[in-house]
T-cell receptor, first 113, second 111 residues
Framework: ETGVTQSPTHLIKTRGQQVTLRCSSQSGHNTVSWYQQALGQGPQFIFQYYREEENGRGNFPPRFSGLQFPNYSSELNVNALELDDSALYLC????????????FGSGTQLSVL | EDQVTQSPEALRLQEGESSSLNCSYTVSGLRGLFWYRQDPGKGPEFLFTLYSAGEEKEKERLKATLTKKESFLHITAPKPEDSATYLCAGVSQGGSEKLVFGKGTKLTVNP
């Protein structure tokens, strides 16, 4: 059973640039969620994808967007990066209709300079 | 607005010194209360899900309990390898499986 994998592990960007983060979900899981974790804070929900459709969104602006592919892998795109976007971005997969248990990847640490 | 508050923010224990972490929540129509462990530079690792008041779950030195307003994570005779940040999260009825997390409790167990 393969776990949730994210790439890249670290990324440095400058303000105004765009970034794409990638996630491969755990085998058998059809739902992917993205969370942002600022230093010293708990993860905050960005959005969730189920069967390639967005299935819920948190309080994040439209410059945060995502995709889910037929193999259930996913991308998080952030346009017009701001300094406050510096954080650990976590991807989690789950099996909808199960017990809502999320399996997290190790995250992508994004630094915006 | 759904909210989860954890206390204390940080806790230092000696090896073998038992204690409890608190998680209070205001989540409308709570569907489940989750506990995760997070090591530095890693993603959260699932520990427990609790669904109804009075429910208890155990795993090694950890026991999680749930009331109508809060949850406790009891740590019995902790070891240095239990050092981590412990996160509590709630999910409400309906809609997506959006977890609302607290800020976590950073636990340090000294040998």
């Amino acid at each position: 059973e393969t776990g949730v994998t994210q790439s890249p592990t670290h990324l440095i960007k400058t303000r105004g640039q765009q970034v794409t983060l990638r996630c491969s979900s755990q085998s058998g899981h059809n739902t992917v969620s993205w969370y942002q974790q600022a230093l010293g804070q708990g993860p905050q929900f960005i959005f969730q994808y189920y069967r390639e459709e967005e299935n819920g969104r948190g309080n994040f602006p439209p410059r945060f967007s995502g995709l889910q592919f037929p193999n259930y892998s996913s991308e998080l795109n952030v346009n017009a990066l701001e300094l406050d976007d510096s954080a650990l971005y976590l991807c989690a997969s789950s099996e909808t209709g199960g017990d809502e248990k999320l399996f997290f990847g190790s995250g992508t640490q994004l630094s915006v300079l | 607005e759904d909210q989860v508050t954890q206390s204390p923010e940080a806790l230092r224990l000696q090896e073998g010194e038992s204690s409890s972490l608190n998680c209070s929540y205001t989540v409308s129509g709570l569907r489940g209360l989750f506990w995760y462990r997070q090591d530095p530079g890693k993603g959260p690792e699932f520990l427990f899900t609790l669904y109804s008041a009075g429910e208890e779950k155990e795993k090694e030195r950890l026991k999680a309990t749930l009331t109508k307003k809060e949850s406790f994570l009891h740590i019995t005779a902790p070891k240095p390898e239990d050092s981590a940040t412990y996160l509590c999260a709630g999910v409400s009825q309906g809609g997506s499986e959006k977890l609302v997390f607290g800020k976590g409790t950073k636990l340090t167990v000294n040998p």
